[in-house]
């Protein structure tokens, strides 16, 4: 953490996506809601095809705050879920999590986060607070 400067950008990284990351997030979490493995089920209820869990795309941004602060303890995290990481049946949706050291102080630093999919939004206000 003591390498994190008020105003210093944070390397993007970017994570693959697939349906098998997918199956495997719905084995660990429980959550088996058929919008995130099913096609067909997906489109039924109006979304453009089978779409990442919301907390798996947390998951990922949590991911990132580790490798930046060489594992810092996370104190708050955050976001409103605006837009679905829709996954297609081959290749992978590419996550990418940028962010910027919005202030250190007290020992905790304020990450100001940015997370896109190939280019678009998918989480609102997205921000974190680590500690030493």
């Not at 953490?1 to 210093?8: F, K, P, Q, V």
Request: glycine share 10%; net charge negative.
């Amino acid at each position: 953490m003591s390498d994190l400067i008020e105003g210093a950008a944070l390397a993007p990284q970017t994570f693959a996506v697939t349906r098998a990351d997918l199956v495997a997030y719905a084995a660990a979490s429980g959550d088996h809601n058929p919008i995130h493995q099913d096609e067909e089920v997906a489109v039924a209820v109006g979304l453009p095809g089978v779409i990442a869990h919301g907390m798996y795309t947390m998951a990922l941004v949590g991911n990132a705050i580790a490798v930046w602060t060489d594992g810092a303890e996370v104190l708050e995290l955050g976001c409103k879920f605006t837009q679905p990481v829709v996954v297609p049946v081959d290749g992978a949706a590419q996550v990418t999590v940028a962010g910027t050291v919005k202030s250190v102080a007290d020992g905790r630093a304020t990450l100001a986060l940015e997370v896109t999919c190939d280019g678009t939004k998918v989480l609102g206000a997205p921000k974190a607070v680590v500690g030493a």
